[in-house]
């Protein structure tokens, strides 16, 4: 079983959905979470970073954290074609503990 | 926000020869670097942790003789490919993250926007 399960879509909706994102995790000792985005030919960029559980909004985007059922959600509102890239969740815990990366989920948003 | 550059952005190079592709943080000191490698439609393979004045940590699979990471001050890290070939040809990416202890650090890497390399 990988440390992170994320689906690799690809995901299409229409301009103006609503999207959601998701991972699971099987390492309890995780305590950071973060969502990147990655257009194509592109490094990734940090999108939210959450610590523990709980939700944590900016703009159209909320992060959410549930840790006693290890599941992390990023979800979308109002969705437009500018976001159709790659999203990639990923997650540490606390000291030396690398950062483990989702499989990354396409998202195309049609307009 | 901390911004991390990679230089060059995309490199062609004939088989056998050495390319070297550096990675800056520019506003903020980096203790520890990465360098991933991605192929099309996959996602992020860590290839090697980098901590500044010592030497690289590796992944498994990955090696070392090939690929050369130094990384010489709290700001640059550098992965040389040696005697390349085409098999080598792929999406290269650093990544830098906060030096503990930084104002303001989340303890967040923050990524380059990658090296493409082609190798003919």
């Known amino acids: 079983q990988k440390e992170v399960e994320q689906d690799p879509g690809p995901l299409s909706v229409p301009e103006g959905a609503i999207v959601s994102l998701n991972c699971t995790y099987s390492?309890?000792?995780?305590?950071?979470f973060m969502w990147y985005r990655q257009y194509s030919r592109k490094g990734p960029e940090l999108l939210m970073y959450?610590?523990?559980?709980g939700n944590k909004e900016d703009g159209r985007f909320t992060a959410q954290v549930d840790k006693s059922s290890k599941y992390i959600s990023l979800f979308i509102r109002d969705s437009q074609p500018s976001d159709s890239a790659t999203y990639l969740c990923?997650?540490?815990?606390?000291?030396?503990?690398?950062?483990?990366f989702g499989a990354g989920t396409r998202l195309f948003v049609k307009a | 926000g901390a911004v991390v550059s990679q230089h060059p952005s995309r490199v062609i190079c004939k088989s056998g020869t050495s390319v070297k592709i550096e990675c800056r943080s520019l506003?903020?000191?980096?203790?520890?670097m990465f360098w991933y490698r991605q192929f099309p439609k996959q996602s992020l393979m860590l290839m090697a942790t980098?901590?500044?004045?010592?030497?690289?940590?590796?992944e498994q699979g990955v090696e070392k003789d090939k690929f050369l990471i130094n990384h010489a001050s709290l700001t640059l890290s550098t992965l040389t490919v040696t005697s390349a070939h085409p098999e080598d040809s792929s999406f290269y990416i650093c990544?830098?993250?906060?030096?503990?202890?930084?104002?303001?650090?989340?303890?967040?890497?923050?990524f380059g926007p990658g090296t493409r390399l082609t190798v003919l």
């Open positions: 959450t610590y523990s559980s």
């Open positions: 990544s830098a993250r906060e030096s503990p202890g930084t104002s303001g650090s989340t303890d967040t890497q923050y």
């Open positions: 390492n309890s000792a995780f305590q950071y």
């Open positions: 506003d903020f000191q980096a203790t520890t």
């Open positions: 980098s901590n500044e004045g010592s030497k690289a940590t590796y």
């Open positions: 990923a997650m540490k815990g606390t000291g030396g503990f690398k950062t483990i």
